[in-house]
T-cell receptor, first 113, second 110 residues
Framework: DSGVTQTPKHLITATGQRVTLRCSPR?????VYWYQQSLDQGLQFLIH???????AKGNILERFSAQQFPDLHSELNLSSLELGDSALYFC????????????FGPGTRLTVL | AQRVTQPEKLLSVFKGAPVELKCNYS??????LFWYVQYSRQRLQLLLR??SRESIKGFTADLNKGETSFHLKKPFAQEEDSAMYYC????????????FGGGTRVLVKP
C-alpha cells in the first residue's frame, strides 16, 4: 500500500454539476500531482502542487481547479461537468517533487450522466 | 515537448515465454524513465525506474539513450503478470510531471 488515499472511490453525477475530489498524500510527502485517465486520452497530467503552491499545469481545463491545503491534502474541483469528463482521476504524491518517485492513490472513478 | 510511445496496445504470450514491452521516448534533456503496472484498473504501482537499475518481479529495463528506448523485459512470463503496463518519462524542466505512454496490455495465457 503506497499510503496515498483518495475519496470518494466512485462518484456519479449529472452534466452541469460540480464535484470535489480529495487526496491525502503519503506521510511526509510535500508534492501532490493529479492525473486523469480516460479511454480516449490515456493518462494525462493535470496539475502539480508542492507544499501548498502550484508548480506546474498540464492539460487541465479552465473548468477544473485544484488546491493544496496547509495539512498537505489536496482537492480537485471539477465544475460544469460534461459527459467527456467521465474518467478515473488519480492523485500521486512524492517527497519533494524533483527526482523522487511518485506514488499513486487508488483513484476516483467519476461518471457523468 | 516530451513524448512516450508504446507501439503495442496488446501483447499476448504463453506462460513461461519471454515478454518484451517496447517503449520509445523523445525528450531533448536528460530523462528519467519509469515503468508502472496497473492491475484491473487499480492504482498504478511503480515497477521500475531506470536510475535504480534493479530487477522487480523478474522484470528488467535498460535505458538506451542512443535509441531513445526503455524496453521492459522478462524472460519467463507468469499468469500474474497479466496487467496494463505504462512507460513514463519525467522531465524536471516540465515541473516533474510524468508523461505516460498509451500503455500495453499484457495477457499471459496458461
Amino acid at each position: 500500500d503506497s499510503g496515498v488515499t483518495q475519496t470518494p472511490k466512485h462518484l456519479i453525477t449529472a452534466t452541469g454539476q460540480r464535484v470535489t475530489l480529495r487526496c491525502s498524500p503519503r506521510s511526509g510527502d510535500l508534492s501532490v500531482y493529479w492525473y486523469q485517465q480516460s479511454l480516449d486520452q490515456g493518462l494525462q497530467f493535470l496539475i502539480h502542487y508542492y507544499n501548498g503552491e502550484e508548480r506546474a499545469k498540464g492539460n487541465i481545463l479552465e473548468r477544473f481547479s485544484a488546491q493544496q491545503f496547509p495539512d498537505l491534502h489536496s482537492e480537485l474541483n471539477l465544475s460544469s461537468l460534461e459527459l467527456g469528463d467521465s474518467a478515473l482521476y488519480f492523485c500521486a504524491s512524492s517527497e519533494t517533487g524533483s527526482t523522487d518517485t511518485q506514488y499513486f492513490g487508488p483513484g476516483t472513478r467519476l461518471t457523468v450522466l | 515537448a516530451q513524448r512516450v510511445t508504446q507501439p503495442e496496445k496488446l501483447l499476448s504470450v504463453f506462460k513461461g515465454a519471454p515478454v518484451e514491452l517496447k517503449c520509445n521516448y523523445s525528450y531533448s534533456g536528460s530523462p528519467e524513465l519509469f515503468w508502472y503496472v496497473q492491475y484491473s484498473r487499480q492504482r498504478l504501482q511503480l515497477l521500475l525506474r531506470h536510475i535504480s537499475r534493479e530487477s522487480i518481479k523478474g522484470f528488467t529495463a535498460d535505458l538506451n539513450k542512443g535509441e531513445t528506448s526503455f524496453h521492459l523485459k522478462k524472460p519467463f512470463a507468469q499468469e500474474e503478470d497479466s496487467a496494463m503496463y505504462y512507460c513514463a518519462l519525467k522531465a524536471r524542466a516540465a515541473g516533474n510531471k510524468l508523461t505516460f505512454g498509451g500503455g500495453t496490455r499484457v495477457l499471459v495465457k496458461p
